[in-house]
């Protein structure tokens, strides 16, 4: 995570994109009188939606809680794909 003022990231603003975009980096910009921003990559913003979404309700987490224990202790059945 790499956190810039406002003058830095302005800037260097193509780089700190590129970043964001190459590296999966984090940007905090830092403003003087406002609130801070974060900067990331869309990818990333989505997949914390995803999370969001999928443990938003205790039955789902319930449900994902046990699977895992289910892995753990190899309570599960290996299948092979049929390929095309």
């Keep these: 995570m790499e956190v ?44 914390i939606q995803e999370t969001l979404h999928v443990t938003k309700t205790v039955a789902n987490r319930k449900r994902l809680d046990d699977a895992l224990v289910e892995m753990e202790n190899g309570d599960f059945v290996t299948q092979t794909l049929i390929e095309k």
Excluded: P, Q, W
């Design 4 to 47: 810039l003022n406002y003058t830095e990231f302005r800037k260097s603003l193509t780089k700190s994109l590129n970043k964001v975009t190459d590296d999966a980096e984090i940007v905090i910009v830092s403003r003087s009188k406002g609130k801070n921003v974060v900067v990331m990559a869309l990818e990333e913003y989505n997949a």
